[in-house]
């Protein structure tokens, strides 16, 4: 089997990136950073969610792993003390895979080329005003729902609905439900101006479509980095096709992550 580690950089997790390599190249396993059938992430969540976009074109060659060197992570949820249990694991035994969702973005821009540029995000995508409130048309499956005014909109994954989605009020959803949630951010709601004010779940091939309608700024976040991509028509958003692959070599349900990340013992 050939893998890759990656590292979030500091001196624990690159230590502990060193050690898992000699111990798997020990166990006559290939280090192979271009085409891995393995990727495991030492470091955080952040670090998982670097190496999905990194092997992000070979999404059903490569599984991931990940091992926090800090709080417990969400994807990241074996710890170093587990480090040997888990490359015995991977030595020895075909590892089972759990497959999560993802959200597919295609954002156009506006200008005279109308270029589109195809996004996954294993989180969220957030669209938001640089400056002044945000005003979008929010059209699901062809048809316009409302127009959005107030702070941004959250779009996220079933599994990136605990993350930003849920500082915002979104349900946790569980994996296995092939779905996106949009969120608000502080939306405006008065006489005026009426949005439905709860989060939206789209099932599968149900399309959401974001178009800004004023002559603000809007930036556009992909998980953990905002593209620059100038100014811009629509933003669409559905289930992508593509699935994310965990592997798994023990069992450790998604409710239990939700009850251990943010209720405790
Ligand atoms: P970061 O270092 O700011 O980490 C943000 C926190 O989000 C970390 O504690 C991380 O463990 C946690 N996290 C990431 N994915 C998660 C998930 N699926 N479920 C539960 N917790 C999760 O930034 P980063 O590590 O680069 O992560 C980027 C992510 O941060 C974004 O995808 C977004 O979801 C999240 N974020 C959250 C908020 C918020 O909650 N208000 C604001 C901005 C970004």
Redesign the pocket.
């Known amino acids: 089997m050939k893998f890759a580690v990656t590292s979030r950089g500091d001196d624990i997790s690159n230590t502990l990136k060193r050690r898992i390599e000699t111990y798997l190249l020990d166990f006559g396993l290939f280090l192979q950073e271009e085409e891995p059938d393995l990727v495991i992430t030492v470091g955080?969540?952040?670090?998982l969610?670097?190496a999905f976009h990194d092997y992000s074109h070979r999404l059903e060659e490569t599984a991931f792993v990940g091992i926090?060197t800090?709080?417990l992570?969400?994807?990241?949820d074996w710890i170093p003390e587990e480090v040997e249990k888990l490359v015995i694991h991977i030595a020895k035994t075909p590892f089972q895979v759990v497959e999560y969702p993802l959200l597919e973005v295609i954002i156009k821009s506006n200008d005279e080329t109308e270029k589109e540029i195809r996004y996954l995000?294993?989180?969220?995508c957030?669209v938001k005003s640089i400056e002044g409130s945000l005003v979008s048309s929010v059209e699901i499956k062809g048809e316009t729902f409302e127009i959005f005014r107030g702070d941004g909109l959250c779009i996220?994954t079933p599994?990136?609905?605990?993350?930003?989605?849920?500082?915002?009020g979104g349900a946790i959803l569980h994996p296995s439900l092939a779905s996106i949630q949009i969120a608000e951010m502080a939306s405006i709601n008065n006489r005026v101006y009426r949005t439905v004010g709860s989060p939206l779940v789209l099932p599968q091939h149900h399309t959401c479509l974001l178009k800004p309608l004023n002559n603000v700024r809007v930036q556009v976040?992909i998980?953990?980095y905002n593209p620059d991509i100038g100014e811009i028509a629509s933003i669409q958003c559905r289930v992508a096709d593509e699935k994310i692959r965990f592997a798994r070599f023990r069992p450790f349900p998604f409710w239990k992550r939700v009850k251990e990340?943010f209720i405790g013992d």
Do not use: I
């Not at 995000?121 to 969220?124: C, F, H, I, K, R």
């Not at 599994?159 to 915002?168: D, F, P, V």
């Open positions: 955080g969540d952040g670090t969610l670097q926090h800090g709080h992570g969400f994807y990241a995000a294993l989180n969220e957030t996220s599994s990136g609905s605990t993350a930003y989605n849920k500082a915002l976040s998980d953990h990340s």
